[in-house]
């Protein structure tokens, strides 16, 4: 199911572009564009879930194992020291958009790098 209002299900399903950095048949991984620090970024469904009590059981089993994949992936990369997995629900929570995502923020030995 996708949402024609949701700018995350278009990202997701390539009909507005973004800078993707991994895709499969499931998820499209993209830089974020306000980053946290160098590299961050978000892991999409491309099926609209709004947070993370909507996600379907497959999707939620797929979705660490690739947060690993890709944090690790990270580390050769962008030669980050570790990563945070960050993941919000709800407006007080900090969810800005209504599409399930996960951010994968770089962390470096030197503190916050944003370029
Ligand atoms: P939330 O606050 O919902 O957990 O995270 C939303 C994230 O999406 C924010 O970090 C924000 O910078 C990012 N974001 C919002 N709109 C866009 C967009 O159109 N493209 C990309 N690449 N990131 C976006
Ligand atoms: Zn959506």
Known sequence: ?????CIFCKIANGMIPSETIYEDDM?????DLGPASRGHALILPKQHYK???DLEEETAKKVLPLAA???SAMKNSLGCAGFNVVQN???????TVFHF????IPCYE??????
């Not at 199911?1 to 209002?5: A, K, P, Q």
């Not at 030197?110 to 370029?115: A, K, L, Q, T």
């Open 1 to 5: 199911m996708r949402d024609d209002n």
């Open 27 to 31: 998820f499209r991984v993209i830089l």
């Open 51 to 53: 947070d993370i009590c």
């Open 69 to 71: 994949k890709i944090g």
């Open 89 to 95: 629900n709800g407006k007080e929570a900090g969810q």
């Open 101 to 104: 995502h996960v951010h994968l």
């Open 110 to 115: 030197e503190g916050p790098v944003m370029v």
